[in-house]
């Protein structure tokens, strides 16, 4: 198998904003019993606003987050996930609107880096 799959034959993925990135180049830090493992498998936004791992902070809700935590937000977002890891997916929260139907407007191509892949 290809060095992508680190994890029982999987690859490592985690999402930010909504959006699934796969981490698993990055398996020194998010691969199991690394560092930063707790943010994979869920949108960990509000953690990586906060820089925190408290389970709490493992959620896609920014409610009450400052404007600094906002900032970090994202120039983390751009500068390391969106710059270092590639985009596999989107979460629901883009794909649908806060009722539960499809959001429409929201359009995978359109969006900055997204790229298909098929090697799954």
Known sequence: MGARYVLDGR?????????VFDVTTGKEFYGKGAPYNALVGKDSTRAVAKMSLDPADLTHDTTGLSENQLQSL???FKGTY??????VGYTNRRLLNEDGSPNRDFKPEDEPDFTIKYDL
């Open 74 to 76: 994202e120039t983390i």
């Open 11 to 19: 690859p490592i993925y985690m999402s930010i904003k909504g959006v």
């Open 82 to 87: 969106k710059a270092k890891y590639p985009i």
